[in-house]
Structure formats: C-alpha cells, structure tokens
C-alpha cells in the first residue's frame, strides 16, 4: 500500500522526495524496500487470487449478482476448481460483490402510534395489605 503511494506521487515529485517526505512518519519506507517491492515477482497466491477473482466475477455476473459466497463456491466446486468457502468470501469482499440478501417474511401489520394511556395511580407500587384494597382501572 505504501509503495502504491509513492507511485501515485512519483510523476510529481519523483520517488526519492517522497521517501524523504514519509520520514519519521508511520508511513515510512526505506529506498531498498521500496525498490525491492517493485522488482519482486507476483506471489502465487496473489496470481491465483487474481484468477479466482476473475472467475468469482465471471459467476456473479452470470448469475444476475444474486449468488452469494456460499452458492459461487458451489458452482466453483462444480467446475472443478477447489478452493475454500473462506477464500471466495475473502475475494468476493476485495471486489466488493455481495449476493442478494434474503428479507425477513413480510410485516403485515403496522403498530400504531402511542395511544393515551391510564395514568399511573398506584405509583408502580403493587403491594396490597389486604384483599379488596388496591384496584387499578383497566
């Protein structure tokens, strides 16, 4: 992340002022690591990733954007691609792809707004010491 940074800045500034810059910051970089990102070949895991990612969305967008994870990995596991539930939610988060949620049953009725109520004459005080001493209207 921190070398895409210093990407989106090298045309204006170019890459060593920006390091510069990013000095005593949490965003700071030394030259040899930034260098090293960009010579550094892809990780299999980031190429795979990328595959999958591209399948994901191929599925999504076959399927109308309603499959969710657990349906894409399905159809994965159908073509013959193994993979992990976990994986597809990852890269299906990354690419921001969602399913169709699924409502709750519809609600009917509505409840209506506050009504007057009785008035509280007892004080929320229950307590009776006899029979026949403590009625409340309802």
């Not at 990780?43 to 990733?49: F, L, Q």
């Amino acid at each position: 992340m921190r070398v895409d940074f210093v990407d989106s800045q090298q045309a204006e500034h170019g890459v060593q002022p920006v390091l510069q810059a990013l000095e005593g910051t949490p965003a700071q970089i030394a030259p040899s690591t930034y260098y090293a990102a960009k010579t550094r070949p892809t990780s299999a895991r980031w190429r795979r990733d990328a595959e999958l990612t591209a399948m994901i969305k191929q599925i999504h967008a076959e399927n109308y954007g309603v499959y969710g994870a657990r349906k894409i990995w399905h159809e994965l596991l159908r073509r013959g691609v193994r993979v992990a539930r976990c994986t597809v939610e990852r890269l299906m988060r990354a690419a921001g792809l969602r399913g169709l949620l699924r409502d709750k049953s519809p609600r009917t009725t509505r409840p209506a707004a506050e009504t007057g109520r009785p008035r509280d004459l007892v004080k929320r005080d229950f307590t009776a010491m006899g029979p026949n001493q403590l009625w409340s209207p309802t």
